[in-house]
């Protein structure tokens, strides 16, 4: 009988194995709100609200990044998996390298992301200090950017080895910060970011 029980719960846990895919897919069946994000990290769906202070540095951002890369290579909320169990990220932006790799299904790879800025929302601010922060260094992006409104400061982070970042630096908003030796090639203005 316990032989029975055990292949019972053998086989139970693998139907139960989950994949990025099927759980993107019972995302776009769910009734996600407008103004939502929503993301895997480690395995576990995340959603938060999009507060408007939190929108207007995102897109201060975005289009900052505009001055040196193309519209096209510039993202905003795209799912791009990273590494690590189960880590399909929908960075609040992200650039991409000239010809950025897909796979078959049309995501992009995270080999091909050069910048990435996250802007903290308060339930979800674990993952953009920790999980994420982990999976970026992993994946050699080379310049992780965490702006959080609640300390009104910026956290940069550079030069990406051995599965972590290097080079850490902390800024107050209002501080520019010179990325022109790295892929993004900018001087990231702070001056408009507002507390929350």
Known sequence: M??????RIEMAEE?????????????????????IKAEIVGGNI???????NRWD???????QLRATYPRARVKSDVRVDFPGHLNGFASDVLALAEGAPTDGKGNWLYTGVEFVAEVISKGTSHNDYGPKLAAYAAAAVPVYVIADP?????????????????????????????????????VLRTDEF???
């Open 2 to 7: 316990t032989v029975v029980e055990t292949d």
């Open 15 to 35: 139907s139960d194995e989950r994949t990025l895919d099927s759980m993107f897919e019972w995302l776009e069946k769910m009734p996600v709100p407008e103004g």
């Open 46 to 52: 995340f959603m938060s609200p999009q507060r408007n």
């Open 57 to 63: 540095i995102i897109s201060d951002i975005y289009e």
């Open 150 to 186: 609640y300390s009104g400061k910026c956290h940069v982070f550079r030069n990406p080895r051995q599965g972590a970042y290097t080079t850490e630096l902390t800024v107050l908003f209002g501080t520019e910060i010179d990325l022109t030796d790295t892929p993004a090639g900018i």
């Open 194 to 196: 507002t507390c929350e």
